[in-house]
């Protein structure tokens, strides 16, 4: 009964993570790759910045409503998931100055692996060696469904440079932040609530300094004024940033940073999916094969994972 009661509520955290960050998505694009007159929006630290706050005021407003149990987790571990946890996303969104938003996005589907790998080895979680042919399966197939083939014309052809060391970082800093999260998990198991308010505390502190000290504050100000519609795009973003992180925590605090981590990957695909479906596009081989290795991952992975995850802490203590 109350494993069908958790299902439940996994697929109900899966749902909502898709819907809100599709928008959250194209709103991240619109920000960082649209135009404005002649401009483009640089200001990355500062975006980040307002995305922290924002989720920090959510999640406060959410605290105020019941009443909490103690959080003992350690303030160097929520000190230390916000600096990386603030880095992946400071590097992800610079990333796109330099490529665009699919390359990203194909980038960045591999999180799953970073964060596995980190976790057994920072976060001492143990996975049974299926899982890791699972993961594997879903991420390859994410990446060879989206990969787009290289423009014929040489003189598109990207080299391997700024965009993708700024990728690979992210994805560095994704692992390091679900490592430490798994440690949290396991040693305090604490509420999505409290997990989310602090992760978003100190980085909102740490990038205010960086703002201020980089002097992006002025930039971001005088970008605004002359270009005020981007207010909109910066406030939807906020706001389905918080609402989705909210549901990130909840998945986070209950199954842990892998299960969270190929959601949002396979979200990911999803939203491909359904606008190939959508636009009637046809689906090349490569694509074909991508889609079924990842439905083969998922469905292996619901039916052979099924209950084998390793009991936190608290669940012991019980
Ligand atoms: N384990 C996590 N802990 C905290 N926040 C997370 C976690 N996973 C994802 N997020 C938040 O959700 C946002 C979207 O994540 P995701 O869909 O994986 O895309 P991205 O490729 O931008 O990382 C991240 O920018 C981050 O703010």
Not at 6 to 33: D, H, P, T, W
Not at 132 to 152: E, N, R
Not at 159 to 167: K, S, T
Not at 287 to 300: C, N, P, T
Request: glycine share 6%.
């Amino acid at each position: 009964m109350a494993k069908t009661k958790s299902e439940i509520r996994f697929i109900f955290y899966a749902v909502s993570i898709f819907i809100c960050y599709f928008i959250f998505g194209m709103l991240q694009e619109k920000i960082n790759r649209g135009k404005y007159g002649n401009e483009r929006f640089t200001c990355t630290l500062s975006l980040v910045l307002i995305t922290c706050l924002v989720n920090y005021i959510f999640a406060k407003i959410l605290m105020l409503s019941w009443k909490h149990e103690k959080d003992t987790t350690r303030t160097a571990y929520y000190f230390s998931s916000a600096l990386t946890y603030l880095l992946g996303m400071v590097t992800s969104n610079m990333a796109l100055q330099w490529v665009n938003y699919p390359t990203q996005v194909v980038g960045k589907a591999a999180k799953p692996i970073p964060v596995m790998i980190l976790g057994v080895l920072i976060g001492r979680k143990v996975y049974p060696l299926k899982k890791y042919f699972f993961v594997f399966l879903i991420v390859s197939g994410v990446v060879l469904f989206m990969f787009k083939d290289q423009a014929k014309n040489a003189t598109d052809y990207q080299q391997f440079g700024i965009g993708e060391i700024l990728i690979l970082l992210s994805l560095t800093m994704d692992g390091l932040t679900g490592a430490v999260q798994e440690r949290i998990k396991s040693e305090s198991s604490p509420t999505a609530y409290a997990m989310m308010l602090n992760t978003n505390w100190w980085s909102t502190i740490i990038v205010s300094l960086g703002v201020v000290l980089s002097g992006e504050i002025f930039k971001f100000i005088s970008f605004v004024t002359i270009h005020p519609e981007i207010i909109i795009y910066l406030t939807g973003f906020a706001f389905t940033g918080a609402l989705g992180q909210l549901f990130i925590f909840y998945m986070v605090s209950e199954f842990g940073p892998l299960p969270c981590s190929v959601v949002t990957t396979t979200r990911k695909f999803f939203t491909v999916l359904a606008s190939v479906i959508i636009f009637g596009n046809v689906l090349y081989p490569r694509q074909w094969f991508g889609a079924i290795l990842v439905f083969s991952g998922l469905f292996l992975d619901i039916f052979y994972s099924k209950g084998k995850s390793q009991p936190t802490k608290r669940e012991l203590n019980k």
